[in-house]
């Protein structure tokens, strides 16, 4: 399947259920590269707009690049109010944005979908000649019961599933390789609360999870309710997550 259509038909239950980036991270960012209203930014592979609504805060011109466009009809339906947001309908590798229009490309829960040499030479093309990329993903730490269990339910029931995807990545360096020099690496604690149904949603936002129709998939359910009941307090999981942010030259 070509990569730009895994989240075809997720994005109301991909907005519900995936967290936003930890805003120690968007603090961090602003500081170290003075990001303001006169420093645009690409936030690309930008999904329903989970990290381009934060960087919109920061009043910077910010440039959303997806593909997809279930994705990208509702990240514009909850953002087009906002003057300095501005959606693309492009691929990460050829985003259509003028030569050196950039201080910042972000890639959040994203870098993995791309060609990541012909993702490089666009970022080349499109950045300020000081301008930097941050690759951002939310990890579920591992040294945890919750996240353990949740990755058995997927290795048991889903065929697709390898591994979460920052795991994947740095498994094979290609987030080093990426860039010119060592990045700056980041990680900020952001865990993320949920209801038994945001649990379950968040589960099946993942490009690899199990669809209706598919075999096991009611089991597959049924497993995520027992692993939420396990856990949940008067209703409520807490789910170790941290936002690990690698920000450098390419």
């Known amino acids: 399947m070509d990569n730009t259509q895994k989240f075809s038909g997720k994005s109301d239950i991909y907005e519900k ?14 500081e170290e590269l003075q990001l303001g209203p006169q420093t645009p930014i690409a936030d690309i592979g930008a999904g329903t707009g989970k990290l381009t609504r934060q960087l919109l805060e920061l009043d910077a011109p910010v440039y959303a690049v997806e593909p997809n466009a279930d994705m990208r009809q509702k990240m514009i339906a909850l953002l087009e109010d906002q003057a300095n947001f501005h959606a693309i309908a492009t691929p990460a590798e050829k985003t259509g944005l003028p030569n050196h229009s950039v201080k910042l490309v972000t890639a959040a829960s994203s870098f993995h979908w791309f060609d990541a040499n012909t993702f490089r030479a666009e970022c080349q093309r499109i950045l300020w000649p000081d301008g930097k990329v941050c690759l951002i993903w939310n990890h579920r730490k591992l ?4 996240n353990l269990g949740f990755r058995n339910i997927f290795s048991r029931y889903c065929p697709n ?16 390789r990426f860039f010119s020099t060592d990045p700056i690496e980041k990680h900020f604690d952001n865990p993320v609360r949920y209801d038994q149904a945001g649990f379950v949603g968040r589960a099946l936002s993942a490009s690899y999870a199990i669809i209706p129709g598919d075999d096991g998939y009611e089991e597959f359910l049924d497993a995520l309710r ?23 030259k390419v």
Do not use: C, M
């Open 161 to 176: 599933f390898s591994g979460f995807s920052f795991e994947r990545q740095k498994g094979t360096q290609a987030i080093e």
């Open 17 to 30: 259920s995936r967290p936003a980036y930890a805003p120690a991270l968007i603090d961090w960012l602003k």
């Open 143 to 146: 040294d945890n019961d919750i």
């Open 226 to 248: 027992q692993l939420f009941e396990r856990y949940a307090v008067d209703g409520f999981i807490e789910v170790p997550h941290q936002s690990v942010a690698f920000l450098g």
